[in-house]
């Protein structure tokens, strides 16, 4: 009995150390994650002060936005052979070296070409770093846990704006928009460092660990990359997430500029301000993370936690931003709109869970690497759309309304198409088989 006991105390305690290192490692990855959303946010950050230095137009600008999110798309393409033919160790660090110094030219000798190129480039490398981010964290947690592990991931986002956004803007503001753009690269030097010391591949890569656990995955053979693509429960996913990111570029891209020319607040104000939306979203990521992943353990359907509860909360926020543009009291649309992009942001950790559910463990990076690619273009729609509206509207404020109304109205149908549509438990049996 004695000996029994002891047997028990050491395998709970040899489980208990596997999920310290399993959230130790995905806080890693989040980390990185923190520094691939402030790369994103510094564009709209440093906006003003940068656009009145090179004499850019709304339109202009918004086209580099979209340009970035363009050679975003295409390099999520390229998320599957980078696992195949390197470690998730050396393509992250890789691609890390790469965001940190492809901003430093602009830095150097601004100008139109520069910063098009820059930011094309950062998009390029950020391009298949997010399914290789989600793969790396998957790989330490089961498909029943991955909600909770995907929505830090997605919260990187919220933490990044609530942490590095008011400190952007306050060095922006004081030192100049280049002072901002040096700090990232910094930052990505640390995380480097970090990454080169602490990391370690998971038990649930799907590529044959030296020593599996009694909770690692079978072998499982592959499936033709067809089945998955285009199953209802994949294409359905794709629309509504197209939406719902070109939300969220608007918001890195442009939320500062309407802030400060829409419903004229300072550019520190503006700046600091990004963290509203962000706790929202930060708040409500972590609550449905935690939530569904119970409630799947619960014996909960995977379309009813990751379909159907994700949907509702887009379809709350295309009524709260096709109402925007009837709400003139500035702090009321600051708080209207934070609550939409926080109920659609639960969208990305819910159907992220689901979509790696639906392919074998060795084909979730390429997998990933499609849907996030395909999502991305909703990166390259949304900035510039925004920036031709705002031109050709009556006033700043109106532009920018009428753009979230139009994301509004669009996410709603799209949550529509998904509720019809996907169901995650009949495709992954109708792929896997």
Known sequence: MIVEQTGDSVVAQARTDSRRRAWAMTGLVVFLYIINYADKAILGIIA???TRELGLSSTQFGMIGSLFFLTFTIGGFFAG???KYLTLRWALLILAAVWSVVMLPFVISASLLTLLVGRMLLGLA???SSALMHTA???????????LPGAFLMAAGSIAKILFAPILAVVTANYGW????????VLGVA???CWLIGWTEGPYAGKSPKNPTADAVDAEASVPWRKIFMSRTFLS???????VYGLTTVVLTWLPSYFERGLGYSAVQSGSMLAIPAIVALTLLLTSGSVTDQLIGRGASSRTVRMIVPSIGVLVCGAILAALPLIDI???AVIALSIGYGMASITFPLMNAAISELCPPQQTAGTMGVFLAVMAIGGLIAPYATGVIVDHAATPAAGYSQAFQLIGVLAAVAAVVVLVFANPDRDRRSIRG
């Not at 964290?137 to 909600?147: E, F, I």
């Not at 996913?237 to 939406?243: E, G, H, K, R």
């Open 48 to 50: 003003q002060p940068m």
């Open 81 to 83: 052979p980078l696992n």
């Open 126 to 128: 950020e391009g298949p």
């Open 137 to 147: 964290a998957y790989a330490w947690h089961p498909a029943s846990k991955r909600g």
């Open 178 to 185: 280049r002072t901002a753009v040096v700090m990232l690269t």
């Open 191 to 193: 995380w480097m460092a």
């Open 237 to 243: 996913c794709c629309a509504l997430t197209i939406v």
């Open 330 to 332: 500035p702090i009321v």
